[in-house]
């Protein structure tokens, strides 16, 4: 029996950058329009309607509100 080992990707190389669907800026700016601060609970619940991480959602919200200062 052979063991085949193939290269495991760095741990410091991200994963390509993937941009928000339409659909999802639509949703992520509704909601934005409500409240630039969402909660916890309110970034959870996008990020499983939506198919995205928590994390994404909240670098989203962030992301957005820096761009509007």
Same mark, same amino acid.
């Given at each position: 029996? @052979?063991?085949?080992?193939?290269?495991?990707?760095?741990?410091?190389?991200?994963?390509? =950058?993937?941009?928000?669907?339409?659909?999802?800026?639509?949703?992520?700016?509704? %909601?934005?329009?409500? @409240?630039?601060?969402?909660?916890?609970? @309110? &970034?959870?619940?996008?990020? =499983?309607?939506?198919?995205?991480?928590?994390?994404?959602?909240? %670098?989203?919200?962030?992301?957005? =509100?820096?761009?509007? &200062?």
């Amino acid at each position: 029996m @052979t063991l085949e080992l193939t290269p495991a990707a760095p741990p410091h190389i991200k994963g390509k =950058r993937k941009r928000a669907s339409p659909h999802q800026l639509k949703v992520l700016n509704d %909601i934005y329009l409500k @409240t630039a601060f969402p909660s916890t609970e @309110t &970034r959870n619940r996008l990020a =499983r309607e939506l198919g995205m991480t928590p994390r994404t959602v909240q %670098i989203w919200f962030q992301n957005k =509100r820096q761009a509007s &200062r």
